[in-house]
Each structure stands twice: as structure tokens, then as C-alpha cells.
């Protein structure tokens, strides 16, 4: 099992930025891969950014060029740097985590953190 807790959320000016960070309960050196996504209301859940146990990071359109995902394996922590925050960037983040254990596959979310872009 893995715990995944979210933190870093909070309201912010249209512009501003913000680092979201997501801390696991066991060592993330080994996950194959580790995400962020969002679900603003009454939308469904969708892709942000993430990041394999390699470093190689993939991104939505929406946030390209204005967010950046990284991990401090040393800490079991992943980050989603937000820069020039819309009001569209509205919505829960959660943290996922891809983990293969033996043959079998698994994935953990956390809790999420509410991120609020207004003015």
C-alpha cells in the first residue's frame, strides 16, 4: 500500500504561481511513474503532468510551458511547479502513483489539494 498526501494548494491571483507537493509513504525511487491531475467542478479527472522513475516528464497542452513536474527521490516527493495561473486552472489536484509489485500493477491517488485562481 502507499500513502499519498497532497499539499501546497491555496488561492491565488490570476498570474501568480504555486508548488504543489505530493509526499509518499514508502520510497518513490522504484514507481514507474508518477502523476498529477486535476477535476475542476463538474468536469471529469484529467491528466497534468508527470514523470517516470527516469526523469522523463510529459505534460498536458494546458499547462505546457507554465508548469514543471520533478521528483526528490530522497524525500518520496514529487512537485508540480504552477506558474501564470488562470482562473481555468481552478480544481483539485491529486497525486498518482504507478507501481508494478511482482507482475501486477497497481495504482494509488491521494487525497488531493484544492488549487483556487482568482482574483
Known amino acids: 500500500q502507499v500513502q499519498l498526501v497532497e499539499s501546497g494548494g491555496g488561492l491565488v491571483q490570476p498570474g501568480g504561481s504555486l508548488r504543489l507537493s505530493c509526499a509518499a509513504s514508502?520510497?518513490?525511487?522504484?514507481?514507474?511513474?508518477m502523476g498529477w491531475y486535476c477535476q475542476a467542478p463538474g468536469k471529469q479527472r484529467e491528466f497534468v503532468a508527470s514523470?517516470?522513475?527516469?526523469?522523463?516528464?510529459n505534460y498536458a497542452d494546458s499547462v505546457k510551458g507554465r508548469a514543471t513536474i520533478s521528483r526528490d527521490n530522497a524525500k518520496n516527493t514529487v512537485y508540480l511547479q504552477m506558474n501564470s495561473l488562470k482562473p481555468e486552472d481552478t480544481a483539485v489536484y491529486y497525486c498518482?502513483?504507478?507501481?508494478?509489485?511482482?507482475?501486477?500493477?497497481?495504482?494509488?491517488w491521494g487525497q488531493g489539494t484544492q488549487v483556487t485562481v482568482s482574483s
Open positions: 514523470i517516470t522513475s527516469g526523469g522523463s516528464t
Open positions: 514508502r520510497t518513490i525511487s522504484s514507481f514507474n511513474n
Open positions: 498518482k502513483a504507478d507501481v508494478v509489485w511482482g507482475s501486477s500493477g497497481f495504482e494509488f
